[in-house]
């Protein structure tokens, strides 16, 4: 369904404590799980205007960017800055059983819940099977 893990991750996080930037969007971490014929990823965007929220869909690959502005206005004497402000991006890695003309996204108390259904040829179903003596039975395919 998705790619899990993300190689550079523990890199950019280095990279940005020893240059107080970003070496790239921030992630925004995320849950998945299936639930009857459809997959669900709900992502934490806390503080984000639901405006800034992108979503893409290029062949299989499902990307969500969104920005959070600096709380501070500008010229104000920051003393502690622990939120990450700026973009942030993550990038799904779709099986080809969604369908992907049906995502529903919404956004709620800071968190962004997609839904992904499967896809109506990817979804077990019944066949029939008839024999030598006119009798008819249903297996799943």
């Keep these: 369904m998705l790619m899990r893990t993300d190689a550079f991750r523990e890199l ?5 404590q020893m240059l107080g930037t970003p070496a790239r969007p921030a992630m925004a971490p995320m849950d998945a799980y299936r639930t009857g014929d459809e997959f669900v990823v709900q992502f934490d ?29 500008d010229g104000a004497e920051v003393l502690m800055s622990e ?8 990038q799904l890695l779709l099986g080809d059983t969604l369908d992907t003309e049906r995502i529903d996204a919404s956004y709620d108390a800071g968190v962004l819940t997609l839904r992904l259904p499967v896809s109506e040829h990817a979804k077990p179903r019944k066949i029939s099977i008839t024999g030598g003596r006119d009798d008819r039975r249903q297996i799943t395919a």
């Design 45 to 73: 965007l806390p503080g984000i205007d639901p405006e800034t929220i992108d979503l893409d869909i290029e062949r299989n690959v499902l990307t969500v960017r969104a920005e959070r502005p600096a709380a501070a206005p």
């Design 83 to 90: 939120r990450p402000t700026g973009s942030f991006s993550r």
């Design 12 to 16: 950019d996080r280095l990279t940005q």
